[in-house]
Each structure stands twice: as C-alpha cells, then as structure tokens.
C-alpha cells in the first residue's frame, strides 16, 4: 500500500512539473498602446499630409480656371467655350485620378504598416513566450473574443505591452545610432 501512495505522489509531483503554462493578451490594448503603432500613425498622418497638400495645388487650378470661366465665359465664342470646358474636364479627371491614386497609396502604405506590426508582435509574443516558459499565449479582443474567459492573473497584457514598447524602444535608439554613424 506504501508503494501504490509513493507511486501516485510521485506521479502527481511529475504531472504538477509538466503543467502547461497558458496566458492571454488583449490585441486591442496592444495595438492602441504599442508605440510602434502610434509611430505608424503618426507617419500615415503626415504621409496623407503630404498627399491633401499636393491635392490642395492641383485644385485651386482647377478652380481659378473654373472661377475664370464662369466669370468670362458669357463673352467667349461658343468654339472657346468648348475649349475651356475640355479643358476644366480634362483637369477635374486628372485631379479625381490623383486622388483615387493617392488613397490607393495610403491605403497601401497603411496596410504594409499594420503587415509590419501585426508580424513584430507575433515574433515578440513567440520570443517571450518561449524566454517565460508559456505553452500557449492566445490572443483576444472585443471582436474575436477567443478567450470567452480568463481568470485575471493570466492576463499579461501589460507586462507583454511594456516589454514590446521597451524593445521598440531600444530598437529605435540603435536605428537612430547607426544612421548618426553612417552620416558621420
């Protein structure tokens, strides 16, 4: 009887060893708090910006030749007038197609942006789980919802979070050292 309790005690010590270690981070919080995130919304911004300023020249031609021609377009003969209404057309599609063209890009530019992100912080999370020992570290949000519960001391949200933002961090300091180095 003595060896069947060692036995199972043993047993239940080995079980107790190989517990898998499961956590879950909130995606949403991440993405909103990451500093990676508000660097790239920042330069989306400033990126669009440049696109409103460069829209905006292109439109007060447009409109101080449309301007023009409502004031002067009484007096031109009718061959004129077709001439200037060809060409206010031709710059209202030209303008319309820069601006299909310059939300395209934006888009583009914001979708290889969150691609960038999206693929650091899975590489984070692997590395992370794998230096704190974690079988599983699943991803939830208020959309996925695929953690339906989580006891509350299994939530490493902001632990996650303020180890990302450090690396994030460290990683822009030695960017920004190299490109001094190389301008040297």
Partial sequence: MKKIVTLVAMALVMISCN???IA???VEEIL???K???DAQKELDAKEGEFKKSLDQLAVGYQTGLKEYQEKGRRMSAKQRQETENTLMQQQQMLNQRQQLAQQELQKFGQEKMDEI????QDFVADYAKKNNYSYIFGTSEQTKAV???DSENDITDEVLEALNDEYKNDNREASKSEKDTLN
């Fill in 36 to 38: 990676g995130m508000k």
């Fill in 24 to 26: 879950y981070v909130d």
């Fill in 19 to 21: 517990q898998t270690k």
């Fill in 32 to 34: 909103k708090e990451y």
């Fill in 148 to 150: 339906m519960y989580g």
């Fill in 118 to 121: 999206n693929e650091d912080i």
